[in-house]
Nanobody, 121 residues
Framework: QVHLVESGGGSVQAGGSLRLSCVAS????????IFWFRQAPGSEREGVAT???????TYSDSVKGRFTISRDSDRFIVYLAMNDLKPEDTATYYC???????????????WGQGTQVTVSP
């Protein structure tokens, strides 16, 4: 079992920045593919970014060039740095993990509770 806890959400104005954190309690995140998803009210869940066991990263087209996923050197924390935020980035952001897949089209096995990001115009 992997316990994931997100933090760092908040309210910002358009053009601002936030950094989300995903802490994996007692687990080395480099053993897993770590995902960031988001879901806005009334919308489907959207894959945002992944970082795999070797450190390779993928991003959705909607955030490419603005968001950066990274893993802390101690490997227990994964970050999502979000720059140039837009109102359409408003959503609940979830961290997820899986041992076997790094495909955002699949459903990872382990999920955090989410952190809210609100971007005002």
């Amino acid at each position: 079992q992997v316990h994931l806890v997100e933090s760092g959400g908040g309210s910002v104005q358009a053009g601002g920045s936030l950094r989300l954190s995903c802490v994996a309690s007692s687990y080395d995140t480099s053993r897993y593919c770590i995902f960031w998803f988001r879901q806005a009210p009334g919308s489907e869940r959207e894959g945002v970014a992944t970082i795999d066991m070797l450190g390779s990263r993928t991003y959705s087209d909607s955030v490419k060039g603005r968001f950066t996923i990274s893993r802390d050197s101690d490997r227990f924390i994964v970050y999502l740095a979000m720059n140039d935020l837009k109102p359409e980035d408003t959503a609940t952001y979830y961290c997820a993990a899986d041992l076997w897949t790094c495909d955002m089209a699949n459903d990872p096995k382990f999920w955090g509770q989410g952190t809210q990001v609100t971007v005002s115009p």
